[in-house]
Structure formats: C-alpha cells, structure tokens
C-alpha cells in the first residue's frame, strides 16, 4: 500500500465562477500515473472535518479526486454549471455535510435530487446530529447514507471504509 499524498490545486474554476476562489480541489496520489478513479465532491465549511475526510481516503488508500467547496450556494452554483455544460464531469460521489453556511445541506440535496444529470449521484449527508429525526427526515429528501461526524478520530475514520464502497470495494487493495 502508497501512502496517499494530496496536491492542492487553488482555484480550480474560472475567477468569476468561484467567488475569489471559494473551490479549491485535491488529488489524491495513490496511483503514481495521477489517476484518480473517483471523482468526490465534499461540501464542507470546517478546515478540520475535509482535513479528517482526507485522512480517511488516505487511510483506505482510495484513489479519489476530491473538489471541495465550502458553503451550499456555491455547490448550488456547481450543479447548474454542471447541468449547462454536458461535457463538465459531474462528481461520482457527494459528501454534503447538514451545515454549511449560506444555504444549508438540506436545500442542497433538494437541488441536487432535482437535478437532471446529478439527481442519481450517490449522496452521503455528515453531521455532528446524533438526532433519528434528522438523520430520517434527510433519508426522505434522498440522502444515500448518513454519516454521523464524531469527536472520535476513530469513528470519524470510519467514513474511509464507507466511501470504499462507492469504489466497488477493490480500490487500493
């Protein structure tokens, strides 16, 4: 097993499009040809929670490509960029934590489920909540899975396994 290494690739989008540079984008670099087989897209507001998800696929040795973007109104902005351009790869994965500013994680998933190319897009919901009601209720807007963010570094690492299985399993084994 490579140990993964993260290049950090700052903006990834046109100026206009990022607000001054509000997506930023990691590779991860398992594979030694830079291939990444994964493309996820997390939205996450917390400097520590996508530095814990890194460690995750890390952890895994996951050959993910991973664009970050840090508030719901600009991954609202990516997924009607995504629907206008046909040919902009749309993420295989969305990691979408419950409250990100600007527009919550709710109203996100809403928009993604109703959108035309990324309305199939496996979605997994992060949150701190350890509420059943949140957890069903976000189920019922079409999160694929929940996952509970924990204090615990050990439960947190959890997700690599859980984001193994959107890989088909085989990834980095």
Same mark, same amino acid.
Request: proline share 8%; net charge neutral; glycine share 6%.
């Given at each position: ?9 700052? +903006?990834?989008? +046109? ?15 398992? /594979? ?12 996450? /507001? ?50 979408? /934590? ?35 009601? /949140? ?39």
């Amino acid at each position: 097993m490579h140990p993964a290494r993260f290049k950090l690739c700052y +903006p990834r989008y +046109p100026r206009a499009y990022t607000k001054q540079g509000l997506i930023y984008q990691l590779f991860s670099m398992t /594979d030694p040809t830079g291939f990444a087989s994964l493309f996820v897209l997390l939205v996450e /507001d917390n400097p520590a929670d996508v530095f814990l998800v890194q460690e995750a696929i890390q952890r895994e040795a996951l050959q993910v490509r991973l664009e970050v973007v840090e508030n719901g109104e600009d991954a609202i902005q990516i997924i009607q960029k995504m629907e206008s351009e046909p040919p902009a790869n749309c993420p295989d994965l969305i990691l979408l /934590d419950l409250n990100v500013p600007r527009q919550p994680g709710d109203q996100v998933l809403k928009r993604i489920r109703s959108s035309f190319r990324m309305g199939r897009i496996p979605v997994i919901v992060m949150s701190s909540s350890e509420s059943p009601a /949140d957890r069903e209720r976000l189920m019922k807007l079409g999160a694929t899975d929940f996952f509970r963010k924990s204090a615990s570094l050990g439960d947190f690492m959890k997700l690599g396994p859980l984001l193994r299985t959107f890989c088909g399993g085989t990834q980095g084994s």
